[in-house]
């Protein structure tokens, strides 16, 4: 049986208990929620809200109070130091970190059945597109593998914080043929230098003349991969026609098992691919089927520039699959992603701060995502913003319209990320907004120099700032000078320096997401610093 079919005939189940599930959303998620209820009741917080006898959602609504990951970091970190029964009944298997804020680092519990919630909405998706493109099987994969860069971590009781790769979701046995049909070997997470690591990737991604799809989160993440590539491209062609690495990459003897095979037909095809002005990928890759992004919010641009470089290739909104659970799953037969509502019990808070149930929302509204995990979250504001597209039998399908939590506030402004996102410059690479002290308090939009020019860039500010001027505290705040105009300053190089910066920050690879707007108020001069760090 190929690996393919193993997949597909493993995940099957999982996809008919979805597709069932949708036929009666409702009741499904009450009874998921009384499930996770009853699986915690003997622990610390079901004491003391009394799980036990909660006998439906408005119980539980009524007596447990929504909460932040500040009002429950204490007890997660009495976990991470080995204390058990206090959040949840199972043992923690792992710990995940958040990425994308620039605050303290959260740990996330990963225990079995928050594991097999995180099962529960990819499987769903994998067999649904194995099912409806079936080209796919044809080929290899790409699935993000996001190096280690750094020492591997461990919490003050010894329990491992973060999985090996994104490929762990899966369980050991289907992991197993996940990993046999990558294109890239998952021992490549081994390798401790981050450009030693994109590198040998793209160096292994030119030997799959097979490859068929392409799984990853952020599309930075490929569109840098390309960078390297086109930064390289006599090293790359004569390594391919050789069967060479390409460059010295020190000792990695015990990692790596470096041997290719020369070609120069292969080398041929990728010179040809990059004598053009665009890079050719479908003459490197020819049976690309799909590549699985974010496609919405801040990644929304990065994802239509992927459309323009694969042309030949169906790019997949990923959905919303956030480090404390899945949200929304992506599925052939719907426009947008479906709520993944055999994972977590799902509220949704109103613009007047009313949490709300999936059959009371409203086509074409915004919310904020509560959620209750199998992980121990209980009526969790993940900040979380997204916009109700339709509905798929009785779930609802969402887009991810951004983070409604991460805001900037310099005199009283209010300026929130779902207000910057909708009006930054589309298709045109790096965009982010980010507050600044001097000369006097203003906000800076940064952009892509190799994109915009001096008239572009400031134009797009103007345009911008016309945009923020609906919000009365921004417009108060401007016509009582309390704060400048928004600027433009054009970066070099903006992706990989940002991705820099996320990376001594303890982010993985893999999960990097520009934000739209950034709440650090030095950016003006942490671009100009990580750039001469990059280039000495």
Not at 493 to 517: C, H, M, S, W
Request: hydrophobic residues 35%; charged residues 25%.
């Amino acid at each position: 049986m190929s690996p393919w079919q193993h997949l597909s005939d493993n995940m099957e189940g999982s996809y008919l208990r979805f597709i069932d599930a949708m036929e009666h959303a409702p009741e499904f998620q009450e009874s998921l929620l009384q499930k996770i209820l009853r699986e915690n009741s003997d622990t610390e917080i079901g004491r003391k809200y009394d799980f036990s006898s909660i006998l439906n959602v408005e119980d539980y609504r009524s007596r447990v109070p929504i909460s932040s990951y500040e009002d429950r970091r204490s007890d997660i970190e009495r976990m991470a130091a080995g204390h058990k029964g206090i959040l949840v009944g199972s043992d923690v298997e792992v710990f995940e970190e958040t990425s994308g804020s620039s605050s303290k680092p959260k740990l996330v519990p990963y225990t079995e059945p928050s594991l097999s919630a995180h099962r529960g909405a990819v499987f769903p998706w994998l067999y649904d597109l194995i099912s409806t493109r079936p080209n796919i099987a044809s080929g290899r994969c790409y699935w993000s593998i996001s190096p280690v860069a750094r020492e591997q971590k461990f919490t003050p009781s010894g329990m491992p914080i973060g999985l090996a790769s994104d490929a762990a979701y899966f369980g050991d046995e289907l992991q197993a043929s996940l990993l046999s049909l990558s294109a890239v070997p998952y021992q490549l997470a081994g390798v401790p230098d981050i450009d030693v690591w994109r590198f040998l990737t793209v160096r292994y991604l030119l030997e799959a003349h097979d490859l068929s799809v392409i799984s990853i989160w952020s599309p930075t993440f490929l569109l840098s991969l390309l960078q390297t590539l086109t930064e390289n491209p006599t090293t790359f062609v004569d390594a391919v026609a050789h069967g060479e690495v390409g460059r010295d990459l020190g000792d990695l003897s015990g990692i790596l098992d470096l041997r290719f095979q020369p070609s120069r037909s292969r080398a041929n095809d990728i010179k040809e691919a990059l004598d053009d002005s665009t890079i050719n990928t479908k003459l490197i890759w020819p049976i690309l089927d799909t590549i699985s992004c974010w496609t919405d919010a801040s990644s929304r641009s990065f994802a239509q520039e992927l459309e323009m470089l694969f042309p030949h290739a169906r790019i997949q909104g990923k959905g919303l699959l956030a480090t404390e659970g899945p949200v929304s799953v992506p599925l052939s037969e719907y426009p947008f992603p479906v709520l993944a509502i055999n994972s977590s019990f799902f509220e949704f808070m109103d613009s007047t701060g009313t949490p709300r149930l999936m059959d009371d929302l409203l086509d074409g509204r915004t919310y904020r995502l509560i959620t209750t995990t199998p992980g121990g979250l209980y009526r969790y504001d993940t900040g979380d913003n997204v916009e109700v597209m339709g509905w798929a039998k009785q779930a609802p399908m969402l887009k991810f319209v951004g983070r409604g939590s991460r805001a900037s506030d310099l005199v009283g402004e209010k300026i929130t990320e779902d207000a910057i996102a909708p009006n930054l410059p589309s298709s045109r690479g790096f965009a982010m907004v980010a507050p600044c002290l001097r000369p006097s308090p203003h906000y800076t939009l940064f952009l892509d120099a190799e994109r915009f020019d001096t008239d572009a860039g400031d134009k797009a500010a103007s345009d911008l700032e016309t945009a923020l001027r609906n919000n009365p505290h921004y417009s108060y705040a401007r016509d009582l000078n309390q704060l400048g105009p928004m600027d433009c300053k054009l970066v070099g190089n903006p992706v990989r320096t940002f991705e820099q910066y996320a990376l001594e920050n303890d982010q993985r690879l893999g999960d990097i997401k520009i934000p739209a707007l950034h709440t650090d108020t030095d950016w003006d001069t942490r671009f100009e610093r990580l750039t001469l760090r990059a280039a000495e």
